[in-house]
């Protein structure tokens, strides 16, 4: 699950990229309105955590553009009591959902979750390849009846191919989302969690979910 979160102060910005990151989220932090807008139509994010006070351009100015653009991604809107604007006006702008600030980090995580559940139409509740599926509200990985444990990395890296299923992808692409954008390291570390994954989903059920592409990256087969 790749989030953006638009916040211009860092303090609150660092706190919640951290608790988020810890829940198994993969976080992008800007902050500023024209940062926002450009980050929020350039990548591919599961949902964006917007606040309104920002500097140069309103969230609100941010939603707005965004929409006006056709970008349908889920956006939670941080709004301020006594701002200037209040939680109706989000909700005209067509924001998702709305905390007031300040809120409690316990009840952020349950907003996010229940927007990326509701998310776009097209994303199906649970997903499946065979009898290979993942439930991403309850964060369970079955093989038929059998239960898998993944790590957080592992459900984060295995949700992202079952959701291109049939794609080939680059391991850049899958660092992309999968790890953060930002992330400065070796991109082997893709090849090192994609065998972590078929220790658990395919060696002990001698199957070959996920295929090396070679010059490419990783297909998950269908
Ligand atoms: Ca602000």
Redesign the pocket.
């Known amino acids: 699950m790749r989030l953006l979160i638009v916040?211009?102060?860092r303090e609150l910005a660092e706190t919640l990229r951290r608790g988020l990151v810890a829940e198994g989220f993969t976080v992008d932090v800007v902050h500023t309105g024209p940062d926002g807008l450009w980050s929020a139509a350039e990548h591919d994010y599961d949902t964006v955590v917007l606040?309104?006070?920002?500097p140069e351009l309103s969230?609100y100015e941010v939603l707005k553009r965004l929409r006006t653009k056709e970008n349908w991604t889920p956006i939670l809107m941080?709004t301020?009591k006594d701002g200037e604007y209040d939680e109706a006006d989000a909700f005209d702008l067509g924001a998702d959902d709305y905390l007031s600030k300040p809120f409690s980090f316990v009840v952020l995580v349950a907003r996010l979750r229940a927007l990326l559940r509701r998310g776009a139409p097209a994303r199906p509740a649970v997903l499946a390849a065979g009898d290979l599926k993942l439930d991403p509200a309850a964060r369970t990985v079955h093989r038929g009846e059998r239960r898998i444990v993944l790590t957080t990395r592992e459900f984060g890296l295995l949700d992202f191919l079952l959701r291109r299923q049939g794609a080939a992808l680059s391991k850049n692409e899958i660092l992309g989302h999968v790890w953060d954008a930002h992330y400065e390291g070796d991109e082997n570390v893709v090849e090192v969690y994609v065998g972590y994954l078929r220790r658990k989903i395919d060696a002990p059920f001698g199957t070959h979910t996920i295929e090396t592409v070679r010059g490419v990256g990783y297909r998950l087969v269908t």
Do not use: Q, R, V
Not at 51 to 54: A, E, P, S, T, V
């Open positions: 916040e211009d102060e606040d309104i006070m920002l969230g941080l301020a």
